[in-house]
């Protein structure tokens, strides 16, 4: 059987065009959030830090479709349209991820949410979101994705801290 060298190269080089084409320079952004709260960590973490607790602190329906709340438990918030999985987790924090969806932009988006004892009475929350932005058209849509993303996470921080002080 023969090749034909030039088909294949031509083949390869037009790939090339198409994915990067479809694919921007990854731009990963951090929002680091954190607040006191006037009760003992594990108190905190009794309140708010079950995998489904987030329907309780940031008002989004949420159902556990597998996994038995350790590692690689699955959660699906919103009526399905977002699902996240438990990829870390100790006994006052968990770290999530949500899986790549065909046919879509991964934005290869991370939540970390942890609860510190800073006295025997007093704690606190600690949440970090990480994703890419480049698939924002400019600086200024950046900055308001992230802006409102802050906005919403620390509302739901405030409604953490309201939660575990029995507020």
């Not at 090749?3 to 990963?28: D, H, K, N, Q, R």
Request: glycine share 8%; net charge positive; charged share 25%.
């Amino acid at each position: 059987m023969r090749v034909c060298l030039p088909v294949i190269g031509a083949l390869f080089a037009a790939s090339a065009l198409t994915t990067s084409a479809l694919a921007a320079e990854p731009e990963y952004q951090t929002i680091k959030m954190e607040i006191n709260v006037a009760k003992p960590a594990k108190e905190v973490w009794s309140k708010v830090g079950g995998y489904c607790d987030i329907s309780k602190w940031l008002n989004v329906d949420c159902k556990i479709t597998s996994g038995d709340g350790g590692i690689g438990t699955v959660r699906v918030l919103a009526g399905g349209r977002v699902t996240e999985i438990l990829v870390g987790k100790t006994d006052l924090s968990y770290g999530y991820t949500q899986p790549v969806k065909e046919g879509t932009w991964y934005n290869l988006y991370h939540g970390f949410l942890e609860v510190r004892p800073l006295t025997d009475k007093t704690s606190r929350i600690f949440y970090t979101l990480m994703l890419d932005v480049s698939d924002k058209a400019d600086k200024a849509a950046k900055d308001k994705d992230l802006a409102d993303r802050k906005m919403r996470f620390e509302g739901a921080l405030e409604n953490m801290k309201k939660l575990a002080e029995g507020q």
